[in-house]
């Protein structure tokens, strides 16, 4: 089964400066990734999904890529803001059709 | 509202007591999940269920746990006889069927066995 990892448990990072976290997979290439937000004693919220075939997506201030061969994808906040601080969660499906494994989370904090 | 929402918020019990959860999803949604959460860790699946079909079980679940979608709407996960492993976040989430489908969470149930 699929795990994943993520760079850091936590990610301290100036105003204004761009933050990027990592989303690594050990197995094989899902066919889409997704990236969610989680703020404390909340549901998680979607953000952007990437296909499989698809390099780069973006939306706003926020970039994902995602690259098979390395089994990764980056995200990017540009910009950051204080209202950015959140845990960010990447996520996959097992299989098509079947369940969705997330990461254990990167806890942004960006300071102002 | 017509968010995904989940009660109770908070629920408190003794060790070797029965829970329920309740799940209500986005109504035009067909596929409800559901996950447990622990500090410091991303959503672990639990299980989840097309319309009021149960499609998949995780293998980490014990026969302590039991959900069901009697008429494909609503969903309620049963936790049976308690352990104090078993208080974490537990999260529903409800998405469309098909492939390139993003899920929305509600708030979740925080569990707490003492």
């Known amino acids: 089964s699929q795990k994943i990892e993520q760079n850091s448990e936590a990610l301290n990072i100036q105003e204004g400066k761009t933050a990027t976290l990592t989303c690594n997979y050990t197995?094989?290439?899902?066919?889409?990734l997704q990236w969610y937000r989680q703020d404390p004693g909340r549901g998680p919220v979607f953000l952007l999904l990437?296909?499989?075939?698809?390099k780069e997506k973006r939306k706003e201030r926020l970039k994902v890529t995602f690259d098979t061969t390395l089994k990764q994808s980056l995200f990017h906040i540009t910009a950051s803001q204080p209202a950015d601080s959140a845990t960010y969660l990447c996520?996959?499906?097992?299989?098509?059709?079947?369940?969705?494994?997330f990461g254990p989370g990167t806890r942004l904090s960006v300071l102002p | 509202d017509t968010g995904v929402s989940q009660d109770p918020r908070h629920k408190i019990t003794k060790r070797g007591q029965n829970v329920t959860f309740r799940c209500d999803p986005i109504?035009?949604?067909?596929?409800l999940y559901w996950y447990r959460q622990t500090l410091g860790q991303g959503p672990e699946f639990l299980t989840y269920?097309?319309?009021?079909?149960?499609?998949?079980k995780s293998r980490l679940l014990s026969d302590r746990f039991s959900a069901e979608r009697p008429k494909g709407s609503f969903s309620t996960l049963e936790i049976q006889r308690t352990e104090q492993g078993d208080s974490a976040m537990y999260l529903c989430?409800?998405?469309?069927?098909?492939?390139?489908?993003?899920?929305?969470f509600g708030p979740g149930t925080r569990l707490l066995v003492l």
């Open positions: 197995n094989y290439s899902p066919a889409y």
């Open positions: 996520a996959l499906e097992e299989g098509y059709g079947q369940n969705f494994v």
């Open positions: 269920f097309q319309n009021e079909a149960q499609l998949e």
């Open positions: 990437i296909r499989e075939n698809e």
């Open positions: 989430a409800s998405s469309h069927a098909g492939p390139f489908r993003d899920q929305y």
């Open positions: 109504s035009e949604h067909n596929r």
